[in-house]
Nanobody, 124 residues
């Protein structure tokens, strides 16, 4: 397991944008495939987006395609999630997760390292 740190959450109005970032405390994230999940109150954790180690392959939850973009900057050892046209239903705690495999898996149990999460609240 590795320690992941998310940042960038906050309160935004509907239609606005936020950029979340995920880093690994004190060490490189470059050897891990990374995904973002989110969990709204009373709901199960759901897959948002994933990116391969090299950043060539990405995957998105079908309902979020076109609004969310995942990217990574291995020079900065960072994975970002750019969220635009945000809706109140995007309100959730957003988590980044990492695994040593090929990545792009949509189930939470495929990932053995998680961050503490960052709150995203979208007001109407």
């Amino acid at each position: 397991q590795v320690q992941l740190v998310e940042s960038g959450g906050g309160l935004v109005q509907a239609g606005g944008s936020l950029r979340l970032t995920c880093t690994r405390s004190g060490r490189t994230l470059n050897t891990f495939a990374v995904a973002w999940f989110r969990q709204a109150p009373g709901k199960e954790r759901e897959f948002v987006a994933g990116i391969s180690r090299g950043g060539v392959m990405t995957d998105y939850a079908d309902s979020l395609k076109g609004r969310f973009t995942i990217s990574r900057d291995n020079a900065k050892s960072m994975v970002a999630l750019q969220m635009s046209s945000l809706k109140p239903e995007d309100t959730a705690v957003y988590f980044c997760a990492a695994e040593k495999g090929a990545g792009l898996r949509r189930t939470a149990d495929a990932y053995d390292s998680w961050g503490q999460g960052t709150q995203v609240t979208v007001s109407s």
